[in-house]
T-cell receptor, first 107, second 114 residues
């Protein structure tokens, strides 16, 4: 079983849609959960992170962690074409990454 | 220069060549990393240096050889690579401390092995 599983997509949505990106992980000891965004021809950059369970909101972005089901989510409200990128989830301090979900927001 | 800088951005090499990738961080961080990124696969952690000492080597073939001469510079020496080694190689740095380990990545070096 992979440590982190992420649907690679691609995912295509119209501008203004709510986007839901998800990952599952296998090790219940993981405490830190992160989302990175990677634009084409760039390295990943940290979008936001959460510690343990719960929600964290930053503008149009909400990160959610459900440790009981080992499930993490990133919600993007009012999606914009500039949100088009690959989104990578990462867990634990050693940062085990998912394979990334490629998102395209169509104008 | 700010952040994490990687050179070259693109590299094409034959299987018998020897080349090196360079990474420099301007953030005052104390840990540096090499990751391999292949299409549709998770980022693979290759090497970790903390305070200039290698602390992790994830079963990487010996044809990849890292070097960390100081806390700001990291190299990945490449020799007798295989076509399956073609990928984006990402360097990252972080300030190791209690709590979340946030990585700052460079833009990557795109390697093609012919």
């Amino acid at each position: 079983q992979k440590e982190v599983e992420q649907d690679p997509g691609p995912l295509s949505v119209p501008e203004g849609a709510i986007v839901s990106l998800n990952c599952t992980y296998s090790n219940s000891a993981f405490q830190y959960f992160m989302w990175y965004r990677q634009y084409s021809r760039k390295g990943p950059e940290l979008l936001m992170y959460t510690y343990s369970s719960g929600n964290k909101e930053d503008g149009r972005f909400t990160a959610q962690v459900d440790k009981s089901s080992k499930y993490i989510s990133l919600f993007i409200r009012d999606s914009q074409p500039s949100d088009s990128a690959t989104y990578l989830c990462a867990v634990s301090r050693q940062l085990t990454f998912g394979s990334g979900t490629q998102l395209t927001v169509l104008p | 220069e700010t952040g994490v800088t990687q050179t070259p951005r693109h590299l094409v090499m034959g299987m018998t060549n020897k080349k090196s990738l360079k990474c420099e961080q301007h953030l005052g961080h104390n840990a540096m990393y090499w990751y391999k990124q292949s299409a549709k696969k998770p980022l693979e952690l290759m090497f970790v240096y903390s305070l200039e000492e290698r602390v992790e080597n994830n079963s990487v073939p010996s044809r990849f050889s890292p070097e960390c001469p100081n806390s700001s510079h990291l190299f990945l020496h490449l020799h007798t690579l295989q076509p399956e080694d073609s990928a984006l190689y990402l360097c990252a740095s972080s300030q190791e401390a209690a709590g979340a380990n946030v990585l700052t990545f460079g833009a990557g070096s795109r390697l093609t092995v012919l």
